[in-house]
C-alpha cells in the first residue's frame, strides 16, 4: 500500500473517501468546522439530527455531490475524549478502511485522528498507518469466487495541515508499512490449515522471509533434531507422520555486540490433543497453535526489515500433536535438552513439552534475555478472557519493559504470580518435573514447568497468548478481523528497540 501526504484543506483533498474522526458530545476541530461549511453544514446538521453522535467505532457517510474534491466524507467516532488513547485511532483506521472495501473503493484519505489529544502526532499517524493497513486483512485464500471480496486499498493520504508537523509523518509511518504488512503475511501464515502449513511447509516459509529480508534461517530436519538430543520435541512428534523441524532465525544488527535476545514460539500445527484427545469443538481452531512460532519469524522479519541495531535469536520448534500407535503416552519419562527430566501426565500438555528442549538450547547463545509465546493454555483465556495476553517470568526489570511495549502498542498483557509454592502442584514423583498439576492455577502451573528449562541466571519473560492470537467473533478489535490477530508481533519489535 502507497502512503502519501498532504497539507491540503480538507475540502480540497482529492480521494475517494475522506475519513475525520469525531469525539462524543464535542464541538468541530478546526478543519472539520471548514469541511463542514464546504457541505453546507451537513455535518453539523446529521450531529443535530443525531444520525450521529461520535460514539465509538459508529459510522456516517456524507456522500459530498461535487461540493469537495472528495467523493465522500465518512465520520468515525472516536468516543469520549477523555478515554482516547493511540489504539483508538489505530481501531478507527480499521473501521475506516473496511469501510472503504466494502464500498469497492482503491484510495482513501484520513485526518489524523485524536490529533493534539493524547501523544505526538506522528505516533498517531504511525497507528492510522497500522489500522488501515491490519484492518485490510481478511482470510479468503480458499474462497473460489472474488467478487463479493472487495478491491484492495491501493493508496492512504494522510492529511493533517501543518506543514512542519506532516513532515515527522514519513519514517514511523513507512515503519508502520513495513511492519503492518510482515504481520498479514504471519496472519495469512497462521490462518493457513493444517494440511498445507506443516512443520516442514513452516520452515520453507521461514526461508523464504530469511532470502527476501536478509536474516539467516537454519531448518533443522528430524535427523538434526534427533543429532540435538531435543528428545521432547521428538516425542511430542512421534505419533504423527510428518517430520518435525526446528528453525533457527538470526538478525544481527549493524554494530550491534554483546550476549543477543532469545525469542521462542511454540509451533504446534495441529494440536489433536495426542491419545489424551480433545472432544468436540476443542479441536476446531487447533491449526492456530502455530501462533508462537509464527509470531517469532515475523519479529525477526520485521527486525531485519527495520533494520534494527539488535542482535536477535528466534527459535521454533514445529510439529503436530497426533495419535496413533507410536504417539507418546501418559506415563512416559522424556530428558530434555538441559538433562532434566519430565513425566508425562497429559500428552494435550504438549506446548510446554517441545518449548522445554528449545528454552534450555537457548544456553547455547549466552542471552541477556529469553522471551518466549506460546498458545499455552486454555486456563489463560478462563483468567483474562479474549483481551490480555497472561505475563510470567524470572525477572522485574524485563517484565516492566515488556509492560511499556504492551501499553505503546497496545497489546494488553497482564502479569500473573510466580510464587515458589506453585512448583509443588507440578512435582513428580519419578521425574524432576510433570508436565501437568492438579487443575488449579493451570497458566501459572505451565509456565513454572517452563521456568526449569531456562537457562540459570537469564532474564525470562513468557506471554500466554492462548486468548489473544486468534479471535473467532472478529469483534475483539475492528485492525484483528477474523482469524489470526498477529498478536505480539508489535509488542516484541518494541520491546527490541528498546533492549538495543
Not at 460 to 480: M, N, Q
Amino acid at each position: 500500500m502507497k502512503i502519501s501526504y498532504s497539507s491540503e484543506p480538507l475540502e480540497k483533498l482529492k480521494t475517494e473517501l475522506l475519513a475525520i474522526g469525531l469525539f462524543e458530545e464535542e464541538p468541530l476541530h478546526a478543519d472539520a468546522r471548514k469541511l463542514d461549511l464546504a457541505l453546507d453544514h451537513a455535518i453539523t446538521n446529521v450531529l443535530k439530527a443525531k444520525d450521529f453522535k461520535g460514539e465509538s467505532s459508529e459510522t456516517y457517510i456524507l456522500n459530498t455531490n461535487g461540493k469537495t474534491s472528495a467523493k465522500r466524507v465518512l465520520l468515525v467516532g472516536l468516543g469520549k475524549k477523555k478515554e482516547f488513547e493511540i489504539d483508538t485511532a489505530r481501531q478507527a483506521a480499521a473501521i475506516t478502511v473496511q469501510t472503504a472495501i466494502s464500498h469497492n473503493l482503491t484510495s482513501l484519505a484520513a485526518s489524523v485522528f485524536g490529533a493534539g489529544v493524547k501523544g505526538p502526532t506522528s505516533l498517531l499517524a504511525a497507528a492510522i498507518a497500522e489500522g488501515v493497513i491490519l484492518g485490510s486483512y481478511s482470510f479468503k485464500t480458499f474462497k473460489s469466487k472474488k467478487k463479493d471480496e472487495g478491491k484492495a486499498i491501493e493508496e492512504l493520504t494522510l492529511a493533517y495541515s501543518d506543514k512542519a508537523e506532516l513532515a515527522k509523518f514519513k519514517e514511523p509511518t513507512e515503519q508502520a508499512r513495513v511492519l503492518s504488512e510482515i504481520i498479514n503475511h504471519c496472519r495469512e501464515l497462521q490462518n493457513l490449515p493444517p494440511n498445507i502449513a506443516t512443520p516442514e511447509y513452516i520452515g520453507k516459509e521461514a526461508e523464504k522471509l530469511a532470502n527476501k529480508y536478509k536474516f539467516k534461517a537454519t531448518v533443522h530436519d528430524k535427523k538434526g533434531i534427533e543429532k540435538l538430543g531435543f528428545n521432547a520435541l521428538l516425542a511430542v512428534n512421534s505419533g504423527s507422520a510428518k517430520e518435525p523441524r526446528f528453525i533457527v532465525l538470526e538478525h544481527r544488527g549493524k554494530s550491534t555486540s554483546g550476549a543477543p535476545i532469545c525469542l521462542v514460539g511454540k509451533t504446534i500445527t495441529f494440536d489433536s490433543g495426542g491419545l489424551n484427545i480433545k472432544v468436540g469443538d476443542f479441536m476446531t481452531n487447533m491449526k492456530f497453535d502455530k501462533c508462537g512460532g509464527i509470531d517469532v519469524l515475523g519479529t525477526v522479519a520485521a527486525a531485519a526489515a527495520l533494520d534494527l541495531p539488535v542482535h536477535v535469536i528466534g527459535l521454533m520448534p514445529a510439529t503436530e500433536n497426533l495419535p496413533s500407535g507410536s504417539a507418546y503416552k501418559v506415563g512416559d519419562i522424556y530428558t530434555a535438552y538441559n538433562g532434566k527430566t519430565m513425566e508425562i501426565g497429559n500428552t494435550d500438555a504438549e506446548g510446554r513439552v517441545i518449548l522445554s528442549d528449545a528454552l534450555a538450547y537457548t544456553k547455547t547463545f549466552k542471552p541477556k534475555a529469553v522471551i518466549d509465546l506460546a498458545t499455552l493454555t486454555g486456563a489463560c483465556s478462563v483468567a483474562l478472557g479474549v483481551h490480555a495476553a497472561g505475563l510470567m517470568g524470572n525477572n522485574e526489570k524485563l517484565i516492566s519493559k515488556v509492560k511499556d511495549a504492551a501499553a505503546h502498542t497496545g497489546e494488553r498483557v497482564w502479569e500473573l504470580p510466580m510464587f515458589k509454592e506453585y512448583n509443588d502442584i507440578i512435582k513428580s514423583e519419578v521425574a524432576d518435573v510433570k508436565n501437568i498439576g492438579d487443575g488449579t492455577a493451570g497458566t501459572i502451573t505451565a509456565a513454572k514447568f517452563l521456568e526449569n528449562f531456562i537457562p540459570d541466571d537469564t532474564a525470562w519473560a513468557h506471554l500466554d497468548i492462548a486468548a489473544v492470537a486468534w479471535t473467532e467473533k472478529g469483534k475483539v478489535k475492528p485492525y484483528y478481523g477474523k482469524g489470526a490477530t498477529g498478536f505480539g508481533i508489535r509488542l516484541l519489535i518494541e520491546l527490541l528497540k528498546n533492549m538495543k
